[in-house]
């Protein structure tokens, strides 16, 4: 936990004899900045977040009540204590204090024996709250490097000399989330390709994504037919699912010796093709419910013989629910529309290109769900026998 004589204290106040005093009682403790109105208040914080924040209310320019709510407003600084100390005594200036946000309400004149125990106690909380979100993001940074660890990276060595091209990308909302794909060789002439996406962020959807992509993995291998392989994936995920949760999944498996796919899916998306010459199209709609909630998904599932330069595009709805900061999604539309304009000379092209338009799109906004895409093209001429 950090050293609280290593804490920053601001002190805001326009009257020289309040600094003065303050500066006095607190200087052999902690390190001291000061402001005397509250528009350089917030330049001080921008510049250098200090630990607290002890803050006058009547200021010239923008009062004490402004600067805290605006404190609170931003995200890097919600979490910095703010005592007030102030002349006005009265409980509704008091309650007025709290409602903007403040931590402790200290009226003058002030006791500089109070004024340093209520900092030590403010400070003394603000670090062990500091110390507990560190080891917290620590955690949340571990269990991302596991996560990641858990979906296949090196999909070239998976996918040399079959005849396909396979790409993919996750990005967690969070640190970690509920997105997943795999890439999976069970046999000379058969590849599995699947993507899901978990009900729900966060290490939660974390838990459950890691034991969707173990039974996928055991599943693909004991069943040739995606809908199989769902259908027994959803009776194992619902037998012991206490929480209730879900995962939609798309599972396609490539007759590599016959160029030929066979997809079925459990409450996902339908995959877009793209094929030469052709409008990108949405192919292979669900036709079993989400998987894990219950026993017996009757699923089935669909081929299609693939041309050369045929690309499947699995995506989680992260990519067509992207909100931009007006709050409009970049939708289905925009995502064939885009797919037509750029549909990829290679796989990888195909998922960097849509992930930079979904970004794009976003612009600032706060991503709100996990974006996963997994894109596959026939190519039978890299195919080696």
């Known amino acids: 936990m950090k050293d609280l004589s290593e804490s920053r204290v601001l002190v805001v106040d326009d009257a020289e004899a309040n600094i003065d005093v303050l500066v006095q009682t607190l200087r052999d403790e902690y390190r001291l900045s000061v402001a005397i109105d509250g528009e350089s208040a917030l330049r ?8 607290i924040v002890l803050l006058d209310i009547v200021m010239p320019g923008l009062d004490g009540y402004e600067v805290c709510r605006r404190i609170r407003a931003t995200e890097a ?3 910095i204590p703010v005592m007030f100390l102030s002349s006005l005594e009265d409980a509704r200036d008091k309650a007025h204090g709290f409602e903007a946000g403040g931590n402790d309400y200290v009226t003058k004149p002030f006791a500089p024996l109070e004024v340093r125990a209520r900092v030590r106690s403010l400070l003394r909380s603000k670090a062990y709250s500091d110390a507990v979100r560190e080891a917290h993001a620590r955690d949340l940074r571990i269990a991302h490097e596991i996560q990641m660890g858990i979906l296949p990276t090196d999909l070239s060595t998976r996918t040399r000399g079959t005849g396909l091209d396979v ?3 996750v990005e967690p909302a969070r640190q970690v989330g509920g997105d997943l794909y795999e890439v999976l060789r069970t046999a000379d002439d058969r590849l599995v390709v699947a993507l899901g996406d978990v009900s729900g962020k966060g290490i939660p959807a974390a838990l459950f994504m890691a034991v969707t992509v173990t039974l996928l993995r055991t599943m693909a291998r004991q069943h040739d037919d995606p809908a199989e392989i769902l259908s027994a994936l959803n ?3 619902a037998e012991q699912n206490p929480r209730g949760m879900f995962v939609t999944l798309q599972c396609a498996v490539f007759d590599l010796g016959r160029g030929r796919v ?5 409450g996902h998306d339908p995959a877009v093709v793209l094929s030469s010459g052709h409008a990108p199209r949405r192919q292979f709609p669900s036709a079993g419910r989400v998987a894990g909630l219950m026993g017996g998904n009757e699923i089935t599932s669909e081929s299609l013989d693939l041309s050369p330069g045929d690309t499947l595009l699995f995506f989680s709805d992260g990519v067509t629910e992207a909100f931009d900061e007006a709050e409009e999604l970049f939708g289905e539309e925009r995502l ?3 797919l037509a304009d750029q549909p990829g000379a290679t796989a990888s092209e195909t998922v960097l290109s849509l992930l930079s338009a979904v970004r794009a799109h976003a612009g600032h906004a706060k991503q709100s769900d996990d974006i996963s895409i997994v894109a596959s093209r026939w190519d039978p001429s890299l195919r080696q026998l």
């Open 44 to 51: 001080s914080i921008k510049k250098n977040p200090p630990d």
């Open 77 to 79: 600084w919600r979490d």
């Open 167 to 169: 790409a993919a990308v």
């Open 235 to 237: 009776d194992e995920l």
């Open 262 to 266: 066979t997809v079925a899916g459990a």
């Open 336 to 338: 064939l529309s885009h």
